[in-house]
């Protein structure tokens, strides 16, 4: 099952080595991971999206508890959460393919940045699965490159209206 | 106040705190601010080795009148193994320095023994200077990334002013919590450059809190299974010794009547002589040990991780019972076994809490279940004319030393018969490479274990092939009078390698063979200025003991030829469940 990991550590490479190291040398099987500056100066926010049976995934959370720098560790997966992935992707475009290009954009509400003759470069927001599906209906148009963030999550506060 | 514990603190100030003689808040190079720094924490010796990038650093230690003593080891390994020696035997923090470069990664064999077996110990090491960095300048090696899974955590210091702090966090992390080794790496310009020493800095790690509470919501349930048990099970581990806890864990078995069998790295943190020890589980450990932990109905597991080398197959491993484990490592609890009562603290606070809860348990059953595979197995060895066995050597150190003395061992089949035999009574004694089995270990160990433990009488029990990988310490023992009996039990083999090839690689002696080339100990020994004896004889054995025994200030080779090709005995094949194991040879 894929879990959302939130962890909140130093700002440091040394603790981001530690984290991504213990992914390599333990065998946890990783996803996706995104470093960031976090809420406050001198610290990042990582958000991990691993694989593994509930086993790992505790021993995956216990692990990066241990590592000095890391303050908090949270895994998402069975509390509400948001979640964002974002894409961009360069696709071929002809004059002829690009109405039929932006019209997929629009299913998506994708944003097109950068426009060439010969390219569309085009961003993408939301969950995993979203940008996935977008990322499949553009390939048949031709895709030149893709550059992705990985997952990047919050716990949801909002509780609903009761 | 930090929120470093009283117990690490004392540790950490060997309890006599030296006044610290350099003025606050002065301006200091690096290195000066290093040395006054330990000498503020209360570390007495710094086992190191100088080079390129630490000789302004080796200035100050030749010029400063406050600071640690100074042992120059005759290779970084040695320098980390004598490091983790001292800490074992002492519980204070060890601490190394090295040069940049290939003296840094001299020490990786070192930090990676003391790693897995959660020694605390912090390594300086030099590096060239932070301009240079990345530039594969001479003697330049990423040693922070190097050691990176094999360290507690790591420091890169950039700036002379942060050395002060980075030096007090480094050894409370490395003593408290887990404990684990600890690398500041220091460039050249940290160590020369100048910055303020304040001699008032407190340790406020917010990120590191290690748990240390007793009082736990489990600890009833735990009491609970445990007085209704009937077969119950106490497996202790080495985080009992770590923990100060022998005093703790005697108490509760001893109230509960429980029996106690130990990991290796657990031995003597419950006297061996006492009547509920079954000794050593695992491997090589006891019959009654192994079916003990087989056939028992509530086991607890302290301070114990449940290694492979312990467990056997894990899918036959102790199939019938309930499972308690307290740990001070969260990560160590349901790692390999499924615990139904988990317990994360320190096993100082935890153990006295559940021993209130326990009653004295009515196992008579057990009991004598357990004394019938005592008396129908027990540890036995068939003796051979004209021949010492190696067995009987290790049970004759065991009792002209009384179970009294601080040993360290190689890896090998030595190793092994030290932990069935001799006689452990108190923590802080056996110091062995239990997790990464590095040979080489035990020697220089040992010199750092009589260094920190000078009343102490310090024993290295090794074999003919490990004591080469580190023989040239001696130079070391000698100029500082270091007085450790090394005993080889020398069977001409990789004696451990030479047993599987036996059993089952077809008696194939593939590269086993040492005799044809091992030195002569007693030259070795005499051309280092050390103390040489040798014997084959059974009867010379315990005299030879006894003299080798009462010779101090200076170290000691003695070589004991014995039976060279004995085996290992009972044993868990590889991959076998611990209930499968094999008695004797026949
Ligand atoms: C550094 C290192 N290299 C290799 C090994 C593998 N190994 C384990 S035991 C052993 C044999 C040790 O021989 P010796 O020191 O003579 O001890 P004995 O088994 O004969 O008592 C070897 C090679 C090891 N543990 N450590
Ligand atoms: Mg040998």
New binding site residues.
Partial sequence: MKHTISVSVQHSFNALSRIVGLFSGRGYKIDSISFGEGEEPGMARVTITASGDEQVIEQITKQLHKIVDVHKVADLTYIPFVERDLALIKVKATPTSRSEIMQVCGVFRAQIIDITPKTLTIEVTGKKDKVDAAISMLRPFGIKEVARTGSVALKREFKGLT | MSSMTVAAKSKRTNGTQKPNKATPKTEMTGGEILLTTLSDIGVEVIFGYPGGVVLGLYDSIFKLTDKPRHILVRHEQGGTHAADGYARATGKVGVVLATSGPGATNTV?GIATAYMDSIPMVIFTGQVSSEMIGNDAFQEADIVGITRPITKHSYLVMDPGDVESVIHDAFHIASTGRPGPVLIDLPKNTLNGKGVYTGSYKVAIKSYKPSKSGNHPKVAKAAELLNNAKRPLIYAGGGIIQGEASKELTALAKKSGIPVTTTLMGLGCFPETDPQSLGMLGMHGTWCANMAISECDVLLAVGARFDDRVTGNLDGFSQHSKKIHIDIDPSSISKNVAIEVPIVGHVKNILPDLTKLVKKTKIDDWKATIKNWQTVHPLRYKKQKGAIMPQFLIEKISEITKGEAIIAT??????MWVAQLYKFNHPRSMLTSGGL????YGFPAAMGAAVGCPERDVVCI??????Q?TAFELATAVEHKIPVKVII?N?G??????QWQELFFGGRYSHSH?AGGNPDFVKLAESYGAVGMRTDKEEELVPLLKKCMAIKHKPVIFDVLVKQEENVYPMVPAGAALQDMVDTED
């Fill in positions: 064999t190689d890896v090998g089949q030595h190793q089995g590095t040979m080489g090794s074999g003919d092939g490990g004591f990988m039990l069977n083999y990789l004696g451990m390698v030479r040492l």
